[in-house]
């Protein structure tokens, strides 16, 4: 007859544990510590990628979309105001077109041609409109840097530019009263 082979296990937590320095309690409860602060470094790690937490502003300027071109940059308008009142503004590049102001859209979002053509240095207004209880400006650009504008066009982009063979739209959204 074959011999037994005898196997000695330890398991962990248990009474008769090998390591008899630590105690039981005292390990499931560092064990139960480390599982929650896994969870919630996890969670936050989480919630820092997605970033619900944006304005009202970024949530809707990230809505909108020009048919055609396409979406470079995204800022909050430097200001000496709080973050969440002051306005989100995205960039677009694409191709020249005197009627650009079709192509912008977003969910509910309603710009009409202005009026008048306020002084914007650098810019001309072609729509606006309000949306969600906030203003929304949609503007051109007429040089290839205009002042007050916080993206810088590549080499590449502003020969086009230049040459009349880009178009860049600025859309701002602000929620704040003032």
């Given at each position: 007859m074959p011999a037994r082979l005898a196997y000695s296990f330890v398991v962990p937590g248990s009474d008769d544990a090998a390591d008899g320095r630590i105690a039981v309690r005292s390990r499931r409860r560092r064990i139960w510590l480390l599982s929650f602060a896994a969870v919630a470094a996890g969670c936050f790690g989480v919630l820092k990628l997605q970033d619900p937490v944006g304005t009202p502003a970024q949530r809707y300027v990230s809505q909108v979309s020009v048919r055609g071109y396409e979406r470079v940059h995204d800022y909050i308008d430097p200001g000496t105001a709080p973050a969440e009142v002051r306005a989100a503004v995205a960039i677009f590049i694409g191709p020249p077109d005197d009627y650009a102001l079709a192509r912008v859209s977003g969910p509910g979002l309603v710009v009409s041609a202005p009026t008048k053509d306020p002084d914007f240095r650098g810019f001309q207004l072609i729509g606006?409109?309000?949306?969600?209880?906030?203003?929304?400006?949609?503007?051109?650009?007429?040089?290839?840097?205009p002042r007050f504008s916080y993206y810088e066009l590549t080499a590449d982009e502003r020969a086009a530019f230049e040459a009349g063979r880009l178009s860049v739209l600025s859309i701002a959204v602000g929620c704040s009263d003032g």
């Open positions: 606006h409109g309000e949306w969600h209880g906030c203003f929304v400006h949609v503007k051109r650009w007429m040089t290839s840097q």
